[in-house]
């Protein structure tokens, strides 16, 4: 005779999602598609989740930045912050303090990777690649090969 454990529920499940980790309406609507045919019912739970403070896309949001902000810029930020669905208006009211930073956060990603300004138009060129793969703007690039001194901030 075999014992068999039952299915968590799929409130069980959201909520163990969001324990590990803050999640996006929907990121957190796709991992819970996986079990359940009726789209409605996840719905129903993601507007629960959301009215019990459960569930919340500013959390995700700062998290997001929190987790990232040390390694991109402000374009790559946006861009993944769009991709997970979230709300302009949740986005643009975080975008101020990542401008104001971001300067500083440019030279600090290159300090780690490059020892010295560019001594040649090549070099510029791969250093200046890197830094807007990265999501850093044109102006944050320029001002970090210029050697402009990271803002500092108290």
């Known amino acids: 005779m075999s014992l068999s454990r039952a299915q968590p ?3 069980a499940r959201a909520v163990r999602y969001l324990s590990q980790r803050e999640h996006s309406p929907l990121e957190l609507r796709r991992k ?6 009726e789209s409605e019912e996840v719905d129903a739970l993601i507007v629960s ?3 019990a403070g459960l569930l919340s896309s500013e959390r995700f949001a700062g998290s997001l930045i929190h987790r990232r902000q040390q390694r991109y810029g402000n374009l790559r930020i946006a861009q993944e912050l769009d991709a997970h669905g979230l709300p302009p208006e949740v986005t643009a ?4 303090a990542l401008q104001d930073s971001e300067l500083a956060r440019a030279h ?6 490059f020892q010295a300004l560019p001594q040649d138009a090549a070099e510029r060129a791969r250093q200046a690649r890197f830094l807007t793969r990265r999501g850093f703007s044109s102006d944050a690039v ?5 050697g402009a001194a990271p803002e500092v901030f108290d």
């Open 93 to 96: 009211a975080l975008q101020p």
């Open 142 to 146: 320029r001002a970090v090969l210029r």
């Open 108 to 113: 600090a990603v290159w300090a780690r990777k």
């Open 32 to 37: 819970l598609l996986r079990y359940c045919e």
């Open 9 to 11: 529920s799929l409130r």
């Open 49 to 51: 989740l959301e009215q």
